[in-house]
């Protein structure tokens, strides 16, 4: 049985804007979230380093927050502790950012691609990840009332539907990414497909495929609790996500939304749709096994029946994270304090040839230590424990569809961190941030007594 959580009589969080100026900003606020797959598509404006219009917005949202929300001011317990530890992510950020400019031209000079060739250009490019706290700030002061919780949501869920249908699209139009020649073997065929999937992602997304996958991972959970709890409409949201995610070939993604999707059903108690879900899809596994799942059954085997962790994470153990770890222990700066912002980037492993040529390590925890050392990973890993057995507490006395929701969302965005998200802000885990502003806001309605059944 669930709970319906609703905003009634006076509010606990009064606004510090006119009505009109408050709902001005709103309305910038739920564009900017629904924008926030689709920033990479579009070109700088008059050709000015940085003018794109996702800064834009996002200058419009910071003016909001800064000018009308009175951001340091906290109204009860719950909203000061999550501006304080706000401010140390933020202060951790600026630090590990600071160390890397110096870094710039040899970042450049290996990832052309990926970091811009001025000091000025980087400073930019570093300004961007600073965005996607915005979301936290203002949903934990100015969407308070579950209606606005609902709202988010609904913005959300539509922002992954058009995603979908773009990218299905897509896809169709280019159906190179889905198929190669019939005498390819099994892994030339998987190689080729994820090449030009990876193309097709960054030719029209400006993005790589694992974080349109990540996306995925991160908001399909909230198309589930509407397609359960909103009407038939949402079926066909999460319907072509599914699709979408099938067809992006990406075997994190698959298998971690698999999962995310079940423990909702399990922690809402939908046990009968659980298995009716997995039913239909042993099903249609049989029945249309595109190049994803194929991946998905082949991998971690090296020619024989023993698995291999190295080929479980496609060489990332003996090639990125075991180099990167021992040059790390062999330096007791660098083990105790990281070497700054993209430091995988900047090791002198790539000189000997030894390191994989990647930007990051592929593991949040492992790139967070690289970056900012054991002291600070080891806060991190107290936070993340302490944070975790507070939620499950929170969400059984809650015991809300929603909630539960945005739980698994993190939950799965947690298991993602394994193979490729990332502990400070990237546009990999741009959702955390208002998934867990959502979660606290709803602990807050609770403790309240603002909440009905």
Partial sequence: MSVSLSHSGQAPYDLTSPRSVAQVGTFFFLLFIFVLPFQRMTDNLFDIQGLKPFNLLSAVVLAQVVLYTAPLHATDKIERTSIRLLLLYFATLAIALARSIPNAPLLHSRFPDSFPDSYFSFLLSCIVPCFYLLPFVFVLKRMCSFPDLEKITTVICLSILLLSITFTVLVLMNPSALHSADQADMAELVSVNRN???????????VHYNTIGTIYICTIPLLLYRALTRGAFW???????????????????LVIVAVS???????????????????????????WTVPTVQALLSVGFDGGTDVSADALFTGRVDSVWIPLLNEAASDASLFLFGAGRYATGTSPLWASGTLMPVTHAHNAIINFFLDCGAILTGVLLVLLAAGTVLALRVGRQLNSDLYWALFVCLFGCGISMATECDILPTIENMYVFPIIAMMINLARLHRSGTSSA
């Fill in 196 to 206: 030009e999937m990876a193309e097709l992602c960054d030719t029209y997304f400006g």
């Fill in 261 to 287: 999707c079940a423990l909702f059903l399990v922690l809402r108690r939908s046990y009968v749709i659980l298995a009716a879900g997995a039913a239909a899809a042993g099903v249609a596994s049989l029945l």
């Fill in 235 to 253: 079926i066909v949201p999460f319907g072509l996500a599914l699709v979408a995610i099938l067809l992006l070939q990406s075997r994190s993604a």
